[in-house]
């Protein structure tokens, strides 16, 4: 099993930055690839980036393309998403999950993905 806990989120103004991250714990970090998925209020979780297990493939959401980008330090077990331009749109609770499912096309599609954090708040205010 992956344990996965973000960290990172808050309050940040619109067009600002913030940088989240997911630390695993567990089984080999470097054999899952890894997701972010966000859910805002009253809204189902959606997609937001994903990588693959050797960080060289990553694929994003149109919504978050140019400005978001995930990376992944295997040494550190450690999964980031770093968010410019942000958003009042962007609110929502970012979760890090993991998969074990090599398919690129299948990453952006929740139940791909077998663990999952407790999720971050992240808030843009206008």
């Known amino acids: 099993q992956v344990q996965l806990v973000e960290s990172g989120g808050g309050l940040v103004q619109a067009g600002g930055s913030v940088r989240l991250s997911c630390a695993a714990s567990?089984?080999?970090?470097?054999?899952?690839?890894m997701g972010w998925f966000r859910q805002a209020p009253g809204k189902e979780r959606e997609f937001v980036a994903a990588i693959s297990r050797t960080g060289i493939i990553t694929t994003y959401a149109d919504s978050v393309k140019g400005r978001f980008t995930i990376s992944r330090d295997n040494a550190k077990n450690t999964v980031y998403v770093s968010m410019n331009s942000l958003k009042p749109e962007d609110t929502a609770v970012y979760y890090c999950a993991a998969t074990q499912r090599p398919s690129i096309s299948t990453w952006s599609v929740t139940r791909t993905y077998d663990y999952w954090g407790q999720g971050t708040q992240v808030t843009v205010s206008s």
């Open positions: 567990g089984e080999s970090f470097s054999s899952y690839a």
